[in-house]
């Protein structure tokens, strides 16, 4: 079918079709996703557009609908500010919805340490929220790093180089979220931090694929969500990565950067890694900004390998929500019959059992508040009768 992308207040078709939109059973063939788009200024709308166009390669006979939202703690220019108040949904209003599936991507890292971002406190709010109120949640790159340590204490470590290239990655697992991917398949990765496969496997996570260069690829685990966390971009497009390169290289001919940056790994092919390498004697040679002119157009000279296996792994997430939202309906129907056969009401406290330390401020005070009213069975909170006073 279609992606249906919100932008504030109105909804167009950003990618798909609009064929079977008016059939009676589209409500029961439409999922709701969030995503939630903290990528730097420069990358915000192509961001959108990648997991825009994915979501519609992937939806096969589903409406999906993508409601954009991004975490107001990080840096923006003031430009990029106005597009997202323009297009955006508030944040705040994603605390009372209960989306079927929630995307949340990463940024550029600004502190050594992901707990000094200023967008770190917003960012776990996300993770505490979205276990409880939606099927599935995709976290991307660094957002997946945030997710493992804030939940369990799991810290990424600095590569060191700048892991970028087509990284070829096995299909090691067997979870209906693997199903119909090929043993080994090609993924794009762009991180400066990796974890270590060794703490993910002790700390309950299944890792889906991996690669010899560039170790854990996919992996997920499963709590009262299922969370599924991506180091690499299989939402990329075929440019992204030189897009990204001719971008570092032109910090560098800036003095933004000491060093020349590295080419992406498996990405060019012979005749363009020679051009390229010939501007990277120049630049260190006669180190200016206005030199980036020149810089190599390579774009016709490159391939996408990873779209399908991409497209794949997406139509079976896509698959997990529509069992879950089915799941969900089921459960909301049994619970309203068991409420109609009384003829007397019956009065329930719930009582939810959490890790955590009760929290009474800001936006999760309101997350808190509402826990028990989205907790799914994952984690079945146990319900005893009230008191009843007269």
Same mark, same amino acid.
């Not at 903290?38 to 990358?43: C, H, K, L, V």
């Not at 939402?235 to 910090?251: M, P």
């Not at 092919?269 to 990277?280: C, G």
């Not at 109609?340 to 999760?364: C, D, I, K, M």
């Given at each position: 079918?279609?992606?249906?992308?919100?932008?504030?207040?109105?909804?167009?078709?950003?990618?798909?079709?609009?064929?079977?939109?008016?059939?009676?059973?589209?409500?029961? #063939?439409?999922?709701?996703?969030?995503?939630?788009?903290?990528?730097?200024?420069?990358?915000? *709308?192509?961001?959108?557009?990648? +997991?825009?166009?994915?979501?519609?390669?992937?939806? @096969?006979?589903?409406?999906?609908?993508? %409601?954009?939202?991004?975490?107001?703690?990080?840096?923006?220019?003031?430009?990029?500010?106005?597009?997202?108040?323009?297009?955006?949904?508030?944040?705040?209003?994603?605390?009372?919805?209960?989306?079927?599936?929630?995307?949340?991507?990463?940024? *550029?890292?600004?502190?050594?340490?992901?707990?000094?971002?200023?967008?770190?406190?917003?960012?776990? /709010?996300?993770?505490?929220?979205?276990?409880?109120?939606?099927?599935?949640?995709?976290?991307?790159?660094?957002?997946?790093?945030?997710?493992?340590?804030?939940?369990?204490?799991?810290?990424?470590?600095?590569?060191?180089?700048?892991?970028?290239?087509?990284?070829?990655?096995?299909?090691?697992?067997?979870?209906?979220?693997?199903?119909?991917?090929?043993?080994?398949?090609?993924?794009?990765?762009?991180?400066?931090?990796?974890?270590?496969?060794? /703490?993910?496997?002790?700390?309950?996570?299944?890792?889906?694929?991996?690669?010899?260069?560039?170790?854990?690829?996919?992996?997920?685990?499963?709590?009262?969500?299922?969370?599924?966390?991506? %180091?690499?971009?299989?939402?990329?497009?075929?440019?992204?990565?030189? =897009? /990204?390169?001719?971008?570092?290289?032109?910090?560098?001919?800036?003095? *933004? #950067?000491?060093?020349?940056? !590295?080419?992406?790994?498996?990405? +060019? @092919?012979?005749?363009?890694?020679?051009?390229? @390498?010939?501007?990277?004697?120049?630049?260190?040679?006669?180190?200016?900004?206005?030199?980036?002119?020149?810089?190599?157009?390579? $774009?016709?000279?490159?391939?996408?390998?990873?779209? !399908?296996?991409?497209? %794949?792994?997406?139509?079976?997430?896509?698959?997990?929500?529509?069992?879950? $939202? $089915?799941?969900?309906?089921?459960?909301?129907?049994?619970?309203?019959?068991?409420?109609?056969?009384?003829?007397?009401?019956?009065?329930? =406290?719930?009582?939810?059992? =959490?890790? =955590?330390?009760?929290?009474?401020?800001?936006?999760?005070?309101?997350?808190?508040?509402?826990?028990?009213?989205?907790? @799914?069975?994952?984690?079945?909170?146990?319900?005893?009768?009230?008191?009843?006073?007269?």
């Amino acid at each position: 079918m279609a992606v249906l992308l919100a932008r504030g207040a109105n909804e167009a078709i950003m990618a798909g079709s609009q064929r079977d939109m008016g059939a009676p059973q589209f409500a029961r #063939r439409s999922l709701n996703v969030a995503l939630i788009n903290n990528m730097p200024d420069s990358a915000l *709308e192509s961001t959108e557009r990648q +997991f825009a166009e994915l979501l519609a390669a992937a939806s @096969s006979d589903l409406l999906v609908r993508l %409601q954009l939202y991004s975490l107001p703690d990080v840096p923006r220019s003031p430009s990029a500010r106005h597009y997202i108040e323009n297009n955006y949904s508030c944040l705040d209003s994603l605390w009372d919805s209960r989306p079927d599936g929630l995307i949340v991507t990463g940024t *550029e890292p600004v502190a050594g340490e992901l707990t000094n971002e200023p967008y770190w406190s917003g960012l776990t /709010e996300i993770v505490d929220w979205a276990q409880h109120a939606t099927i599935s949640t995709i976290w991307s790159c660094l957002a997946a790093h945030a997710a493992v340590l804030h939940m369990d204490g799991i810290r990424r470590r600095r590569l060191a180089a700048k892991r970028s290239g087509i990284f070829e990655c096995i299909n090691i697992s067997a979870d209906p979220l693997a199903a119909g991917l090929p043993n080994r398949f090609s993924v794009p990765h762009s991180r400066l931090n990796g974890l270590d496969q060794g /703490e993910l496997t002790a700390g309950g996570y299944t890792i889906l694929s991996i690669s010899e260069r560039a170790g854990v690829d996919i992996f997920i685990k499963k709590t009262r969500s299922t969370f599924v966390f991506f %180091q690499g971009h299989l939402e990329y497009e075929t440019d992204t990565l030189f =897009r /990204e390169y001719r971008r570092d290289v032109g910090r560098f001919l800036k003095g *933004e #950067r000491a060093e020349y940056p !590295a080419m992406p790994e498996q990405y +060019f @092919s012979s005749d363009t890694q020679r051009r390229l @390498s010939a501007f990277h004697d120049r630049a260190l040679a006669d180190r200016r900004e206005a030199l980036l002119a020149d810089f190599p157009a390579v $774009k016709e000279d490159l391939s996408n390998t990873w779209r !399908a296996p991409a497209t %794949q792994l997406y139509r079976n997430w896509l698959a997990t929500l529509r069992a879950g $939202k $089915k799941w969900r309906a089921g459960r909301t129907t049994t619970s309203q019959s068991r409420k109609s056969a009384h003829s007397q009401p019956v009065f329930w =406290r719930v009582v939810v059992n =959490r890790r =955590r330390a009760p929290v009474t401020s800001g936006l999760r005070a309101r997350f808190v508040s509402r826990t028990a009213s989205v907790a @799914s069975t994952a984690s079945r909170p146990r319900i005893v009768p009230a008191t009843r006073h007269s």
